[in-house]
C-alpha cells in the first residue's frame, strides 16, 4: 500500500504544480502559494481532530519546520517556472528532491534490496527525463492572458534571430535550493512519529502560511489571489492536502529512500497534464522517461 499511497500523492502534487505554474500567469507566486497553502490548512484542521494522534514536541516542531521551506520552496518553484526554462528548472528540481531522501535514507540505515536500487536509480533518471523538453516555461507557455498582456512598443526594433537561449543567471542553483528544500520536507515528516497522526501534516501547512505571510510582507506583494484564479486554487488547496495525506500514510508504512522517490515522479504529472490541456509537444525523450517510470515502479514494488 505504500507505494500506491506515494504514487497517489505523487499525482495530486504534480496536478498542483500545473495549477500553481498556470494561476502564476494570473497572479503573484506568493499569493498562489498563500491561497492554496491556506485552504489546504483550513481543511485539514478538522480532519485531524477526527483522526486519532497523540503527537510530541517534535512531531509538532518538525511539521512546522517541513512546511515553512516547503511553502518556500513551492513559491521559489513558482517564480523559477515563471523567469526560467522549465527544461532545466523542472528536471533539476525533481531529482534534487528525489536524491536528498535517498540520502537521508542510506544515513538512518535503510538499505533497498537491488530491485529497489535499481528502482530508485530509474526513477531519477525518469523524473530527468520526464521534464525535458525545449519549450518555454509552464508559465510561459500558451497564449498571453489577455488580463495581464501588455502591448509591444511602438519603436521597438524587431529582434534579430537568435540561436538556443544561454543559461540564465542563478536558474540553476535557484532549481537546486527548491530541490533541496522539498527533498528536506519529505525528509522531516517522514522522521515524525507513526502515532502522532495529521497533526504534523497540519503543523506543516500553519508554518507554512505563516512563512508565506511574512514573505509577502516584505516584498510587499498582495497575499491573496484574485477570483479569477479561484477555481484553480481551491482544488490545489484539496489536492495539496490530499496529498500530504497520502504522503504521511505512505512513509509510516514504507522505506523512505523508496515512498519519497516515487513521490517525487510528480513532474510526470504535470508534463502530461501540459500536454493535454495546453497541447504542449510531447517529446520522444519524455515519453522514454514514463516508460522508464514505468519499469521503474515495478522494480520498486518488487524491492
Known sequence: ???????????????????????????????????????????????TLVVKGAPSATDIGLGLVAGIGGALALTLFYR???????SVVAPITGATTATVPVIAGVILGERPGPGALAGILGALVAIALVSAG??????EAGPPDPEIAEPPAPSAPAAPAAGPRPPRLG???????????????????HQTGDDSGLWPLTASFAGGVA???????????????????????VTAGILGAGGGVLYVAATHSGLLSVVAVLSSLYPAVTVGLARVVLHERFGRVQALGLALAAISIVLLGSG
Not at 498542483?16 to 498556470?22: A, N, Q, R
Not at 523559477?80 to 522549465?86: F, P, Q, S
Not at 525545449?134 to 508559465?139: C, D, N, R, Y
Request: charge should be positive.
Open 1 to 47: 500500500m505504500a507505494i500506491l499511497f506515494a504514487l497517489l500523492a505523487s499525482t495530486s502534487w504534480g496536478t498542483v504544480d500545473f495549477l500553481g505554474g498556470l494561476a502564476s500567469r494570473r497572479a503573484h507566486p506568493v499569493a498562489v502559494t498563500f491561497t492554496s497553502e491556506g485552504i489546504a490548512f483550513l481543511l485539514l484542521v478538522p480532519v
Open 80 to 86: 523559477a517556472l515563471a523567469v526560467g526554462r522549465m
Open 134 to 139: 525545449t519549450g518555454p516555461s509552464l508559465v
Open 171 to 189: 536558474e540553476v542553483p535557484l532549481s537546486i535550493l527548491c530541490g533541496a528544500l522539498f527533498g528536506s520536507f519529505l525528509v522531516l515528516i
Open 211 to 233: 512563512a508565506v505571510a511574512v514573505l509577502a510582507r516584505f516584498l510587499s506583494s498582495p497575499l491573496l489571489a484574485p477570483r479569477v484564479v479561484a477555481p484553480m486554487m
